[in-house]
């Protein structure tokens, strides 16, 4: 038995193809997005961290740059650790990433 396009759209498994094939298509979309955009996300999420302790702090700063080289300064001056670059873990992340 032939069936037309019009009756083949009233079955159950027109309906759960085309939601798999939608979410598979978004989900590839998603991920190709996510994988552009981890570097950035992991250094805001790390500028973040430092705002907040600056801001903690009661240390003023204009912009992200400013921030780094202050939260950079502060640990050479008041806890004497010297840093050619910034690394700072994320959180459940064990190795730091350069920031500066």
């Given at each position: 038995?032939?069936?037309?396009?019009?009756?083949?759209?009233?079955?159950?498994?027109?309906l759960v193809g085309f939601?798999?094939?939608?979410?598979?298509?978004?989900?590839?979309?998603?991920?190709?997005?996510?994988?552009?955009t981890k570097e950035q996300?992991?250094?805001?999420?790390?500028?973040?961290?430092?705002?907040?302790?600056?801001?903690?702090?009661?240390?003023?700063?204009?912009?992200?740059?400013?921030?780094?080289?202050?939260?950079?300064?502060?640990?050479?001056?008041?806890?004497?650790?010297?840093?050619?670059?910034l690394r700072l873990p994320?959180?459940?992340?064990?190795?730091?990433?350069?920031?500066?």
């Amino acid at each position: 038995m032939k069936l037309n396009l019009l009756e083949y759209k009233d079955h159950k498994a027109y309906l759960v193809g085309f939601a798999v094939l939608v979410t598979f298509i978004f989900v590839l979309v998603l991920s190709f997005v996510n994988e552009l955009t981890k570097e950035q996300v992991k250094k805001n999420q790390e500028l973040f961290l430092i705002r907040a302790v600056l801001e903690s702090m009661q240390i003023p700063y204009q912009n992200d740059q400013e921030a780094l080289s202050l939260a950079k300064e502060y640990l050479a001056n008041q806890a004497g650790i010297v840093v050619e670059s910034l690394r700072l873990p994320l959180l459940g992340d064990s190795d730091g990433k350069v920031l500066v």
